[in-house]
Every structure is written in structure tokens, then in C-alpha cells.
């Protein structure tokens, strides 16, 4: 078994929520020895870490600005810590008046001999590396840690701390299926089912987008040509607009939200898109529009009103065929034109224009299928 090494600090601590903290100082050279950077990326056991990728440009900004002279750098680091490290209460008497929030002493920062760092960067990954750059070395800067080895702690803290100067929304969506929603703030758990439905279509090899969908740890795979921004947008506006093909399994009145019947719903609707139009699924935005995002928004409008004319449950997947069926002679996703947006089918972009013309285009077609089958 290998002992652990380390640097002691003095330092305070305090407690909120069962969970000891520390405040101490450390040379800035000293944090990525003693800290490692989590990257968020997915293994074959799933998602792992919750950094993203680091910023170089703003990485070099903060090098100059370190190596300009005399410097005021007092932002905090935020670490999450092993509860290896060891923390001894310094001896005394306290001063009159003092208000008792913490107490003083020394922090043990364990090292594993075999390198293996027991404590993970959670906000100031940038700052690190900057100081790890600078001429010196020395300059003591703030940090704040909180012992935990538990990943879905330091990634709710990660997105917290973060929520002030908001993270890129395709990472934070990426790892929002990973947390517990009742320890979110309302806004985000509200994120949290679109989220998970698109990580669900991601990752389920009977849903039509399995392998196809781009996240942030997927963006180099050419294979993956729906972008996941598109569809968390367009699942959430079916979930949270009272007219949303989704909206009837969510709770209004304190019950529960059905997850898996919306996924069932989406993955019937869907399904049906992909036999509907096999030539053109599956294919890059610049062969097919049926997968971009203005595709994907206008599809998501018709089914929120296709979805009240279900006459059968059960029958939802042949019932949107039908439909998309009698339709798809007068789709232009590959070649031709739209003939109400009188415009050539890769002229289609992601604008609110285009996106209402689309979606309107698409409506009065199924329109013309149910004149078709009264007649």
C-alpha cells in the first residue's frame, strides 16, 4: 500500500452542510502539483470528469498579465479534496470578541507516492495553469476547498459556481443527466429532462439518432451530424409550451413528470421520421436539411400538432408514418424546392424566418394528408 506525501498549509476551517472546508493560500506554482484537472469526456463505462476543454488564448492573457510586475491576483481556486487530507486544530487561547466561524490550524494536502493527486480543480482550472506559467512562482494566492471524493458533488458545485459567468450551455446540458434535480436550482432542473432525453437518444441503440448525435465529448467524430443544442431546444419547448407535444407528462400540480413516456412519445415520432425519409437521414446539414437545426425545430412544431389527432395510444409510431408518408413526395430535404418558402431546399438556414416558414410548410402539408383521407 503506498503512503501519502504532500504539502502542509495553515489554514482555517469551518463546516456548511455536514462537509468540512478550508481556506488557505498556496504558491501559484503549487496548485497543479497538488490538484488535477477532471476532464469531462465519455469512456465506454460512460461520462467522466466535468472540465472542459482549456481556454489557451485566455490561458496566455493571464500569463502576461502574471508577468507584468507587481500583481493583485485575488480570486479563490476551488478544489475538492480527498478526505485523506488531515486537518490538526491549532492549540490557544481565542481573542475576545472573536466570531467563532472557523478554526485555525494545519492542512495536510496529500501527494500518492505514485504521483495520483487527491485533489480536483472545480473553478479556476485557467488560473492554474496561468500561475503554473508565470516568472513567479511564488505568488500566494486564495483557495477555498471542500472534502469530497464523490463526482456528482464536485460537478453540482462545478455548474453552481459556474452559473454566475455561464458555462457554454451544450457542457453544462452534457452533464446535467448526471446530477440529482433535487439539488439543482428550479432553472436548471427544468434543463435537466431535455437533457436526459437526448443522452437517452444518444446512447439507446433502438432510438434513430443512436451514434448520431454531437456532443461536447463527441465533437471530432464525423459520424455524429446532429447537433445536441438543437434537440435539447426543441424537446424543451415541447415540454414547457402548454401546446407542447410533451407538455401532458409533465406535473403542473406538485406529481410526477413521466420521463419515460415523453422518451417513448419522441422515440415513435422520430422513428417514423427516419423510415419516412431514409435517403435523407443521417446525412451533414450540407446534404440534408432534415437534420439541421432548422430541420429538427420545424419537425419538433409539427409533431406538437399532430400529437392532439392521435386517435389510438399505443398506434402513435404508424399514425406519424401515415402522415409523414403522404408527405414525403413534397419534402425538399435533399434536392428540389419547398413551394410555399419558394426557395431551394440548402437555402433553408436556422433563422426564425425560415425556421416559422418551415414549420408552417410542414403543418399545411399534413393538412392536405387529412383532406386526402376524409375526401
Known sequence: ????????????????????????????????????????????????????????????????????????????????????????????????????????????????????????????QQRSTALAR??????????????????????????????ARPLPKRLVDELLPELDARRLPPDMAMRQIPSALVDRLDTDPDSPFHGLIRR???????????MDSALVRMLQKQIHQPLGALASYRSLDGGSTDPTAMYGQVLSFWNAIKRAFPEAWGLPPEQSRLLHSAGITALGALMDYLSP??????????????????????????????????CAWNQVESTAKDIRLLSDQLIRLSQIHNLRQMA
Open 134 to 163: 508565470a516568472i513567479d512562482g511564488d505568488l500566494p494566492v486564495p483557495v477555498i476547498a471542500f472534502v469530497s471524493d464523490d463526482l456528482q458533488v464536485q460537478r453540482e458545485q462545478f455548474i453552481l459556481v459556474n452559473k
Open 1 to 124: 500500500m503506498s503512503r501519502s506525501i504532500g504539502a502542509s498549509v495553515r489554514a482555517v476551517r469551518s463546516k456548511q452542510a455536514g462537509v468540512s472546508l478550508y481556506a488557505f493560500f498556496l504558491p501559484g506554482a503549487k496548485v497543479l502539483e497538488i490538484a488535477d484537472v477532471s476532464r469531462l469526456e465519455r469512456s465506454k463505462d460512460g461520462l467522466d470528469g466535468f472540465q472542459r476543454d482549456a481556454i489557451q488564448k485566455h490561458i496566455s492573457a493571464m500569463v502576461d498579465y502574471l508577468n507584468s510586475g507587481d500583481v493583485l491576483f485575488p480570486n479563490a481556486i476551488l478544489l475538492a479534496l480527498s478526505p485523506k487530507a488531515t486537518f490538526t486544530r491549532s492549540r490557544g487561547p481565542s481573542p475576545e470578541g472573536l466570531i467563532a466561524c472557523g478554526d485555525p490550524g494545519v492542512l495536510k494536502l496529500p501527494v500518492a507516492r505514485d504521483g495520483t493527486k487527491l485533489a480536483w480543480i472545480v473553478d479556476g
Open 309 to 342: 389527432r392521435l386517435t389510438k395510444r399505443g398506434s402513435e409510431e404508424q399514425f406519424y408514418l401515415s402522415v409523414l408518408g403522404s408527405m414525403a413526395p413534397d419534402c425538399a430535404w435533399t434536392s428540389g424546392r419547398w413551394s410555399d418558402m419558394d
Open 216 to 226: 461536447t465529448t463527441t465533437t471530432k467524430d464525423p459520424a455524429r451530424v446532429v
